[in-house]
């Protein structure tokens, strides 16, 4: 019977993934498309996707290596931007921290946007779910989102090793960008922090070795948690005047 | 375009591959139920959306398929794009009009 229930988990998670492929996809073969333009060939492109597994992370690292920029800078930089997937794998924790370490293992590879979107959710809905139905749910969400990134970024290598650089395709990377952070701006704080990241990404461009980028986005950052801090104050300012009000 | 070789980007992907797993792993796998301080919590949580618009402004700015050139017709799609992402809350509805955008860019240009 529990292994009934485990298996339809798995399924349902696969079927709640199913619209995140539209996304997931057209990145995948963005991702393999611009690989190509920046002379990476079908395999080299798919080892990147395979390894790393993190879209906005590969499209930096790749912006930056074009640009010729120290390695350092460009593993320090892609790295911030996945660092959002170590406040995921911290909030995932409670739910599927008592699984055996090897499913931890592959659930720390399979940590994306989508999956913990899901999943997340999921378990707070269901707080009786078992840590095994947890994890078969977990993986369902990226049993098909992780192969089509592969397949997708392979399509997209080989399609792009076709397309002439003529066409100017470097300027759809900062467009993919932008699509992405508009529907990342949630509150206040996510526009202080993403305003005052622009601000500072101009001038911070005299730097030297693109250093400026992780300059521009640390102001970014501290801007948005002190934004967040004054919200939160003013917020139990005005409940503590409220209460003590007649 | 510069070109890299090929070390260098096969030290960028296994440094993300390590880089990438470890953080993906460090909380589930070794710091468990623990909680992390408030202050880091707090600024983590900015990280994409601060490293992203840092990237992505300076490519707006100064476009590569005009030479760095700062270009109006660039900036209205770079603009329309980030519109429709942040009205819509859809990433899918933005890239479409991001892609149309570019493809005007293309036919005009």
């Known amino acids: 019977m529990a292994i009934t229930t485990t298996k339809s988990l798995f399924l349902r998670g696969l079927i709640d993934s199913l619209p995140f492929l539209l996304v997931a996809s057209p990145f995948g073969l963005l991702f393999g498309v611009l690989a190509a333009e920046a002379g990476l060939n079908v395999l080299e492109a798919l080892a990147f996707s395979l390894a790393v597994f993190a879209g906005a992370a590969q499209f930096t690292a790749l912006q930056l290596l074009q640009e010729n920029t120290p390695l350092l800078i460009v593993l320090t930089s892609a790295l911030a931007v996945n660092l959002r997937m170590g406040m995921y794998s911290a909030s995932l924790t409670p739910y599927l921290g008592g699984a055996p370490m090897w499913q931890r293992a592959c659930a720390a590879y399979m940590t994306v946007d989508q999956s913990y979107a899901l999943s997340i959710v999921k378990f707070e809905d269901e707080p009786e779910m078992t840590t095994s139905q947890r994890m078969a749910y977990f993986f369902g969400t ?105 | 375009m510069s070109t890299f070789d090929q070390t260098s980007l096969w030290i960028v992907i296994i440094g993300m591959a390590l880089g990438s797993f470890a953080l993906r792993f460090a909380f589930i796998g070794f710091i468990g139920g623990r909680q ?74």
Not at chain 1, 216 to 233: F, P, S
Not at chain 2, 58 to 81: C, D, N
């Open chain 2, 36 to 109: 992390m301080p408030d202050w880091l919590m707090r600024h983590l949580r900015y990280t994409a959306v601060a490293i992203l618009p840092a990237l992505v402004t300076p490519l707006v700015a100064w476009p590569s398929p005009t030479g760095g050139e700062t270009s109006l017709p660039h900036l209205a799609v770079a603009a329309l794009t980030f519109a429709v992402g942040y009205l819509t809350r859809n990433v899918l509805w933005a890239l479409l009009s991001g892609a149309f955008g570019f493809l005007l860019l293309f036919l005009l240009g």
């Open chain 1, 142 to 246: 990226t049993s098909v989102i992780a192969p089509s990134w592969m397949i997708a970024t392979v399509i997209g290598a080989w399609v792009g090793a076709q397309i002439p650089a003529s066409w100017g395709l470097d300027f759809v990377l900062p467009l993919a960008f932008l699509a992405m952070i508009g529907p990342m701006l949630r509150t206040p704080a996510h526009m202080v922090a993403c305003f005052v990241a622009i601000v500072a990404s101009l001038p911070a461009t005299l730097m030297p070795h693109n250093l400026g980028l992780i300059v521009a986005g640390l102001a970014g950052m501290m801007a948005g948690a002190q934004t967040e801090l004054w919200l939160e104050q003013a917020a139990e300012r005005s409940k503590a005047k409220q209460e003590t009000a007649p």
